[in-house]
């Protein structure tokens, strides 16, 4: 009797060392995940069919998303637009108001790989949220980071953002008649922006489908015409989209809500995320 007791207590002392010594083997491998990888390890694809990006990268376990920040450009503006910025916005539009140092744009293009240009239109865009929407907290590098995604800011396929900040040639996605893993749009504007009256799709470098163009357009740039192919108008009305709801971006859940709103797609998120790390630590 002693025997057996004895052997079933060793048989319990062994299960308990084991179980132990796997808690500190998954401890010690959730807080040794690596970090997100840089932009050139994830060359997808931009998801400009409004559908599941592709490409997602490996990101760690409930990732800091709220947090995401980069350089704060506001000690660097100055009067009279950005240098990168071509032909000057219209006096008093936001794109004026908030325009960011050429300097400051020219010399973090270099290190980020971002064009000076839609850097400087990511940039305007966060301080010009800070004032309007002041809880918000959306960063250049989350603006950036959908930049990323959608258009590779606004290069994919051969187009580049001229000097006046217009994609060119225009940046229309897959037409969204539901197919594959597309969303069912029919046509809300009837082609007026992207040339199909009978499916919507998503347009510009910032990849906004006709109907959230409608409700969330901003003039930045004070034309008169708010023109979705403009990286300045696109990267404005992306600041209002993400910050809608009274969101606070420095919050996770509402980082990933105002994500979801843009794609509801946790492939996509994760890019966005990953994007936006990389260019807030670059």
Not at 216 to 245: E, K, M, N, Q, W
Request: charged letters at 20%; one cysteine or more; aromatic letters at 8%.
């Amino acid at each position: 009797m002693r025997r057996g007791t004895a052997a079933l207590l060793g048989i319990l002392a062994l299960v308990v060392i084991l179980v132990l010594v796997g808690g500190i083997w998954a401890l010690g491998s959730l807080l040794s995940t690596p970090a997100p990888a840089p932009l050139d390890r994830q060359p997808g694809p931009a998801s400009a069919d409004y559908g599941p990006a592709e490409g997602s990268p490996a990101l760690p376990a409930a990732p800091a998303l709220g947090g995401v920040q980069a350089q704060d450009p506001s000690a660097e503006r100055e009067d009279g637009g950005a240098s990168a910025a071509g032909p000057p916005p219209a006096a008093g539009s936001p794109a004026a108001e908030f325009a960011v140092a050429g300097e400051w744009a020219e010399e973090l293009s270099t290190r980020t790989g971002i064009g000076a240009r839609a850097l400087a239109a990511y940039a305007g865009a966060a301080e010009w949220a800070k004032s309007t929407y002041p809880s918000c907290g959306v960063g250049w590098n989350t603006i950036a980071g959908i930049g990323w995604v959608e258009s590779r800011h606004g290069t994919i396929s051969g187009a580049e953002v001229d000097a006046d900040g217009v994609a060119r040639p225009a940046i229309i996605g897959i037409r969204l008649d539901g197919e594959g893993p597309t969303a069912r749009i029919p046509d809300t504007d009837g082609g007026a922006l992207d040339g199909d009256t009978e499916y919507d799709r998503a347009v510009g470098p910032l990849q906004f489908i006709p109907q959230t163009w409608e409700r969330y357009r901003v003039d930045a740039r004070g034309t008169g015409a708010p023109d979705p192919h403009s990286i300045d108008d696109a990267a404005f009305t992306t600041a209002r989209y993400l910050c809608s709801g009274d969101r606070d971006l420095t919050r996770d859940e509402d980082w990933l809500s105002a994500v979801f709103a843009y794609n509801a797609s946790q492939e996509y998120a994760d890019n966005v995320f990953t994007a936006a790390q990389y260019y807030a630590d670059v």
